[in-house]
């Protein structure tokens, strides 16, 4: 009866290797999903309700993308209701209305005719911001709004209120009143602004860190084929010398394919890929060298290492064979014969 031997300790602890490997991806695989489900939603302003207010003005405002690179927010303002400016009979303006903007890039002032159905406005705020810090960069605009009538040829400030919603595909807004400042004073009082700040969403922020660590997985690997070749623990495959240098040439496509595209000289460049690359290129020297020195002699190379060099055509084609031995005994021999 034959028994089954049991199985080996290396065995065992491959099998465990390759399970902590599976959950490790199945809780990363987990995580980016739940946060990108999270993330999905709209970042308001309070104030945008089916009752606007009767006494002022209310604007709606509208981030439509962000240009982190550019430090700046893309939005639409949109006028909900002219309140005690409106006409009675019409609900339209009975004088034109101009609101002005702070911190945008552009120009900071539009102007609604009379009796015009306004269409939302498009802006461009200067936000303060860091790209460099991706993905832990956020960036801030305050924001003051106020909407001015012409009254007997004077320019009267209307109370003005602001709400809306933001929903851009991974950023996260937020929204806070923070004190004016003396760019807008009206009445010797400056206008109340609103800060909103633009962060990378969760999902993001999971999305390019998963991807960081598998580029810091690729030298790791390279590495551990190189030196174990170079020990002599395994056979020297030429071949792998190409598999490598595409591992090398991978790195900046995984670079570039990090979501918000953060610029060269980011502290991901510094901290990670620098030394990804780094640690391709030792891997690949390394492996040359288990080459050189694992690596079966080709057809002309002598015993001792060295190169032969082959002799030359004419000189291998003027040498002739040596002549064939006569048989020892080519005539008989003397007593070999019987009596």
Do not use: N
């Amino acid at each position: 009866m034959t028994t089954v031997p049991a199985p080996t300790r290396p065995r065992r602890r491959s099998r465990a290797v390759a399970f902590i490997l599976i959950a490790v991806l199945a809780v990363a695989y987990i995580g980016v999903v739940t946060l990108y489900a999270a993330s999905d939603r709209i970042a308001s302003i309070q104030g945008c309700t089916d009752d606007p207010p009767a006494d002022g003005v209310l604007l709606k405002l509208t981030p439509q993308s962000v240009d982190a690179s550019g430090d700046r927010i893309a939005a639409t303002i949109e006028l909900l209701s002219f309140g005690s400016a409106g006409s009675a009979s019409t609900g339209l303006l009975a004088e034109p209305l101009t609101v002005l903007v702070s911190d945008t890039d552009g120009p900071r002032t539009f102007t609604i005719a009379q009796d015009e159905i306004p269409s939302p406005q498009s802006v461009r705020f200067i936000t303060d911001g860091y790209v460099e810090r991706w993905p832990f960069d956020s960036h801030a605009v305050d924001v003051a709004v106020v909407a001015l009538q012409s009254v007997d040829g004077q320019m009267v400030p209307l109370d003005t209120y602001i709400c809306g919603s933001a929903h851009v595909p991974g950023w996260d807004f937020a929204s806070e009143e923070v004190a004016g400042t003396d760019e807008i004073v009206i009445d010797g009082e400056p206008v109340t602004q609103v800060r909103i700040t633009a962060t990378r969403s969760l999902a993001t922020v999971a999305f390019g860190i998963v991807i960081l660590i598998l580029m810091a997985v690729l030298p790791v690997l390279g590495l551990t084929v190189a030196i174990v070749a170079y020990r002599g623990i395994r056979k020297v495959e030429a071949t792998l010398m190409s598999w490598m240098a595409a591992m090398l040439f991978a790195t900046i496509p995984l670079r570039t394919f990090l979501p918000g595209s953060p610029p060269i000289g980011s502290w991901v460049d510094y901290t990670v890929v620098l030394w990804v690359l780094a640690g391709l290129v030792v891997g690949l020297a390394i492996y040359v060298l288990a080459w050189l020195r694992w690596g079966a002699r080709g057809e002309r190379a002598a015993a001792d290492g060295s190169i032969a060099v082959a002799a030359p055509m004419a000189a291998s084609a003027s040498t002739t064979a040596p002549e064939e031995a006569e048989p020892a005994d080519a005539h008989g021999g003397d007593g070999g014969g019987a009596d």
